[in-house]
Each structure stands twice: as structure tokens, then as C-alpha cells.
């Protein structure tokens, strides 16, 4: 490996993985349950008029009187894909399973379908196993390894393992508490998920689901748009992303390094990037931040004979956005190519 010259420090010379993508100061997910109506009708077009991606929770086969997958089949299936939006997998039907063979057709089934649904993503996804449903007679994070294999079979993440952070937000919170939580996210460089069920103000059926569980699921519309003025103004510190985007690149920032190779005249500038992941289930791309040495208009980034676009941030910080794959990086002056 070559030495660095004596007249460039490491901070200007070396590039660098940023912690989160496009150089942001912190992730912000919404997450939606259980494909209700009021996602439909009411999150859906505020979502697409501040121009923020989400994640919606669903259950395909879960068809009754009070919800209704299939009513809406052609929004959920058709039209939320193509807005760049995500599903996630709810299970099939939100029932829980009373034995494995059970438990794989609930997660495996809506599995099946989410991949047939995103053709050009890789299989890997976000997973919620449904609220105070059983599993072999236990909730899901007792239950035992055979069930959790089942979802590690469809190459899910399973967000109620214990290491993901969330805040279910209803009309019990006020806005100077959201505002904080997104505040400290982007001070903290952290990853703030939010999670809704209804949008909208209760009626006498929410009542009474309150009182039985002790649990607003309500979230009025004012807040909502509320919150979303909060972090679209917010916009330049925040990667507003769907949930498997931002759990990839969690992952993959953390296995990934960058190591110099060699040095041709101060200017040329080769590094080798290796990521430890699979590569056909994370396919986030990766940023990375280049050194302020080289991080000119006369610079040229490439990653295996593939000139990358560099961009700069708000505070006019230089980066590029690489395939997340192992593989070889080129700084290099225009006159160098």
C-alpha cells in the first residue's frame, strides 16, 4: 500500500463512506400498518404532494367488513409501487399461525407477492409480524427459532427483533415532541422511524378500540401535515426514504471499507472498496465523501471504468454515489484519465 505524501494530511486526502445517503445528517422513515383507507385517501396524496417516499405495511388477504385489502388491490399492487413507495410484509392475513406450516404461508406468501410486485429490487425486505397476534401460541419475540428461520428464509428483517428503534405516533403526542424527535435525529446523525395506522380523526369504533387496549391508533390529518411541512423544510439535512432503503444502507455502511491502493503523482488516487454483505440482497447505493484535495471541478471519479456524477451537499461537500458491490475506486484530475 503507498504511503501518503507528506505534503497532504489523511483529512484531505482520503475519501471517506458517509453515514448516510447523499451526505444527509440523518434517515426518516414513515411507516404505515395494516392498509387502511385513510392511507389510501388520506396519507397517499399528502405523501405525493411533499414528494416523500414511505413504507406501508400490508396484509393482502385480509378481507372483512371492517378492512378491506382487495377494495383498494389496484392502488396497493399498482399504483404505490410506481410512486416509488415500498410494501413491507405484515403477514398474509394478520392472524398470527398456530403451527409452521401455517407461519409460512402467512409470511411467505406475502413474500411472494411483494417481489412479484418489485421485479428490479433485490428479495430482501422489511418484516412486522402483526400486534398481539401468536405464533405457535407465543407473540412473535417469544416464539421459537423455527419461526423466526421462516422469515429469515425470505429474506426479511425482522423489525421487531429488539434493535429497531421506533415511535408509533397518534394524537396523544403534540407537535413540539415531533418536532424534538426529528431535531435530535439530525443532531444525534441518527435514523428516526415513525410509524401511523390511521390517519385522520377517531370515531366510535377507534373509541372503543382505545378503551379495550389501552392504545390510540389515531393520527389527525392536521398533524400529519404538520409533520410533513416539518421535515420537508428540513429537507437538506434528512434522507426521507422508505424503510428497506435506509436499514440496507445502515448495513451496509457499517461492513464496508475503503482502503487506498496506490498514488501516481499526488493525483491519481486508486482505492479498493469491499462490502462483506450479499450483493444480490443489498444493492443500497453507497455515498462517498470525497477529499477536499481532489473534490474540484477538474475531478473525475470512477468505479470499475464507470465515470460516477459528482454532486456536492448543502455545505458544498463533494460526493458520489457507488454501486454498494466490492470493487475499484479512481480519483483522478481530468488530465490523468
Sequence with gaps: MS????????????????KWFNNKQCALSLRFDDNLDSHITKALPLLDKFDIKATFMVNPGRN??????NKNKIIWEKKIPSMGHRLGNHTWNHKGAKNLKEADHEIGEAARLIWKLYPEKSKLN????????????????????EYKAIAEKYFLIDLYDGTH???????????????LYIETAITDRQH????????????????????????????SEKQFIGLLE??????????????IDILKYKLEYASSTLELKSIKDNRLFIFSYNQSLDSTLYDQPLTIILPPATAKQSTKVYQNDRELEIEKDKDKIFFVNIDPRSSELIICNSDNE
Excluded at 165 to 179: A, G, H, M, P, V
Design 126 to 145: 422489511v418484516y412486522a409480524s402483526g400486534g398481539g397476534e401468536t405464533w405457535g401460541g407465543r407473540r412473535w419475540h417469544k416464539a421459537s427459532y
Design 230 to 243: 416539518e421535515v420537508a423544510s428540513k429537507r437538506d439535512y434528512i434522507w426521507l426514504a422508505p424503510l
Design 3 to 18: 504511503t501518503i505524501p507528506n505534503n497532504i494530511t489523511d483529512e484531505n486526502y482520503l475519501p471517506k463512506i458517509a
Design 192 to 219: 428516526q422511524a415513525f410509524v401511523f395506522h390511521k390517519i385522520g380523526n377517531g370515531n366510535f369504533i377507534d373509541y372503543v378500540k382505545h378503551v379495550l387496549t389501552g392504545h390510540n391508533n389515531c393520527f
Design 64 to 69: 372483512n367488513f371492517i378492512l378491506n385489502y
Design 165 to 179: 428503534t421506533r415511535i408509533e405516533l397518534n394524537s396523544d403526542y403534540n407537535d413540539n415532541q415531533i418536532k
